[in-house]
């Protein structure tokens, strides 16, 4: 199967984060240190980055943190304690998104299904759960090189039940996951393509392991179901960085240019209703200023 470049793409950076990073024997006597603070019940999780040394830190950073400023990995740090997440173990990673509101890159701490299972079964009351069951399939189109496309079956839905001891008895927890409430689109969903199932699956088993631990997962999601979030991050970048772009034309756009600007903008669906509005008033104000430079 031949992909596109975005998926290509999207595909190399889950990779880096998930790789496991080559390291020297000093730095894995640092690593085996930093475990042991994560580890350690008498630290308190909020306590726990002041615990390392700032080569440690260093090396968390160079590693599995890549990009992240000292507040992001203070909580990354914070949260795989509170959890015992082990992240040299890809049970947590922190993620690149896009916030729209700062209009720039932030990360966010990300578990994985094998993190998910660990804190359910920390917790004592985990008694396993049943494979997936799948209801229900439907064709799709993706795209195999530039212009050829694939049909590929894929499920409508997958359940998955866990079983959690309450009190002596093995109760069981069953979710759901529907295909078009989680698959992010043909253009970044490789993986979807290829391993529908399994895709699938995780998000559904994610939901039922939050449904029978909401005490300990709550606000925790798997890399599986912020997949379409993440599609919609891209897009939502890409509308930034290309509405910022547009805000620089206008100051050397001349009238002519500025009154076909502002009337592609009214047509355009491609930005929001704020933007829209935004962009007409820097449009009128620069038409105002090169008036007044004519009148003079």
């Known amino acids: ?58 090396l968390i950073k160079r590693t599995i943190a890549k990009g992240s400023d000292d507040d992001e990995l203070k909580l990354f740090i914070q949260v795989c304690k509170g959890a015992n997440l082990n992240p040299f173990l890809k049970q947590a990673f922190l993620v690149p998104r896009w916030d729209s509101r700062e209009g720039r890159e932030v990360r966010a701490v990300q578990v994985s299904i094998d993190g998910f299972r660990s804190i359910a079964e920390s917790s004592g009351n985990y008694a396993g759960n049943d494979d997936p069951v799948f209801k229900g399939e439907k064709e799709i189109e993706v795209p195999r090189g530039k212009e050829k496309t694939e049909k ?27 295909w ?28 039922a392991l939050r449904k029978a631990f909401p005490k300990l997962l709550s606000g ?39 009154e076909d600007y ?20 820097l449009v009128e104000m620069r038409i105002k200023e090169l008036e007044k430079t004519i009148e003079e």
């Not at 359940?159 to 001891?165: P, Q, S």
């Not at 979030?229 to 002519?256: E, P, S």
């Open 152 to 178: 590929i079956v894929v499920p409508l839905e997958a359940f998955v039940t866990i079983y959690k001891v309450i009190q002596g008895q093995r109760y069981p927890f069953t979710a759901t996951a529907r």
């Open 220 to 258: 925790m999601y798997a890399q599986e179901e912020m997949d379409r979030t993440i599609q919609t991050d891209m897009g939502a970048q890409k509308n930034q960085k290309g509405f910022a772009t547009l805000i620089n034309v206008i100051q050397k756009a001349d009238l002519k240019q500025l």
């Open 1 to 58: 199967m031949s992909k596109t470049k975005l998926e290509t793409k999207k595909e190399s950076e889950v990779e880096k984060l998930t790789e496991k990073p080559e390291l020297t024997p000093k730095e894995q006597k640092e690593v085996k240190i930093i475990e042991r603070v994560i580890e350690n019940r008498e630290i308190a999780p909020q306590d726990a980055f002041g615990k390392l040394t700032r080569p440690q830190v260093d």
């Open 262 to 281: 502002k009337a592609k903008m009214k047509k355009s669906d491609k930005y929001t209703k704020e933007q829209k509005i935004e962009f007409s008033k």
């Open 180 to 207: 078009e409430e989680y698959y992010p689109g043909s253009k970044v969903g490789f993986q979807w393509h290829i391993r529908p199932k399994l895709m699938l699956g995780k998000c559904a088993e994610a939901l």
